[in-house]
């Protein structure tokens, strides 16, 4: 069984056929900053056990794009001190993708609330972001990689001792019509108890 939505016209129909575009493939325009407040804003409803909001935002504007790429082949080379020069580009490179950057950070709080449940809400404000760039029109992709688990990059970006990064999320236009992948059908992940 599969539900097909043919417009985007309702709520419904908008997070029916949201996708993400390709991070290295978004052009401009992206959001304004009052877009982005929005975006930003939406993504900080997501479900938050004990209203804890263990998350932060890290807005990356693109004339920090250069200083980020450094951040990153820093945090690289501690590992790899002697990258080859298509690596290093590709580490640069991702800096730089999309119009606008937004990291979100899982911040868990000491709290009775399970820190794996402040890890999911993280997750969610990824989910809701994503779906509020496509609810103003523009494409998300929500990415990770080696420097979500670095902990120089963590570092840099300001995350407190146990900060996780939960996402890299790059916002733009497509720079092509985008392509539906395929997606599980209802009776292969859904059962009744």
């Not at 590709?90 to 950070?105: E, G, Y």
Request: charged share 20%; net charge neutral; hydrophobic share 50%.
């Amino acid at each position: 069984m599969t539900t097909q939505f043919n417009d985007r016209t309702t709520p419904a129909s908008l997070l029916a056929t949201r996708r993400s575009g390709k991070a290295r493939d978004m052009i401009e325009p992206g959001p304004s900053a009052a877009e982005l407040d929005i975006m930003l804003a939406t993504a900080a409803r997501v479900p938050d056990h004990g209203k804890l909001a263990p998350w932060r935002f890290v807005t990356i504007a693109a004339d920090r794009r250069a200083a980020f790429a450094d951040v990153l082949e820093a945090a690289y080379r501690v590992d790899k001190p002697d990258p080859g020069r298509v690596e290093l580009a590709a580490v640069r490179d991702f800096a730089a993708q999309a119009p606008a950057l937004v990291v979100v950070l899982s911040v868990p709080v000491d709290s009775h609330i399970p820190r794996f449940e402040q890890e999911l809400s993280a997750g969610g404000v990824c989910t809701m972001l994503c779906a509020a760039a496509s609810a103003q029109g523009y494409v998300a992709n929500w990415l990770t990689g080696w420097a979500a688990y670095s902990p120089a990059v963590v570092a840099a970006l300001g995350g407190p001792a146990g900060a996780k990064i939960a996402g890299f999320i790059f916002i733009g236009s497509p720079a092509r019509a985008l392509d539906e992948r395929p997606r599980p059908t209802l009776v292969d992940i859904v059962r009744a108890w």
